[in-house]
C-alpha cells in the first residue's frame, strides 16, 4: 500500500501563488507516476497535473503556463500554482499511479482563489 499526504492549500488572492506538497510512504517503488487532481462542488474530478518516474510531466489545458508539477525522487511531489484565478478553487488531490494500475488518493486539500 500506499499512503499520500498533502499540505499547502490555503486562501489566495487571484493573481496570487500557492505551492501544494505530497509525500508518499510505503510501497513507493511501486509508484509509476503521481498527480494532482481538482474537485469543485457540482463538477467531475478532473486531471491537474501528473509526472512520471521518468519525469513526463502532463497538464490540464487550463493551467499550462501557470502551473508546474515536480518531484524529488518520486515519493514527494510539488504543484507550484502561480497566476492563481477564481476558477482554480477547488479541492486538491494528490494521486499516486502504481506499476499494476492500481491506484492511491490523499485526502484533499482546499484552495480558495479569492479578493
Known amino acids: 500500500q500506499v499512503q499520500l499526504v498533502e499540505s499547502g492549500g490555503g486562501l489566495v488572492q487571484p493573481g496570487g501563488s500557492l505551492r501544494l506538497s505530497c509525500a508518499a510512504s510505503?510501497?513507493?517503488?511501486?509508484?509509476?507516476?503521481m498527480g494532482w487532481y481538482r474537485q469543485s462542488p457540482g463538477k467531475q474530478r478532473e486531471l491537474v497535473a501528473r509526472?512520471?518516474?521518468?519525469?513526463?510531466t502532463t497538464y490540464a489545458d487550463s493551467v499550462k503556463g501557470r502551473f508546474t508539477i515536480s518531484k524529488d525522487a518520486i515519493d514527494t511531489v510539488y504543484l507550484q500554482m502561480n497566476s492563481l484565478k477564481p476558477e482554480d478553487t477547488a479541492v486538491y488531490y494528490c494521486?499516486?499511479?502504481?506499476?499494476?494500475?492500481?491506484?492511491?488518493w490523499g485526502q484533499g486539500t482546499q484552495v480558495t482563489v479569492s479578493s
Open positions: 509526472i512520471t518516474r521518468d519525469d513526463t
Open positions: 510505503g510501497r513507493v517503488f511501486t509508484i509509476y507516476a
Open positions: 494521486n499516486a499511479f502504481l506499476y499494476g494500475s492500481d491506484e492511491y
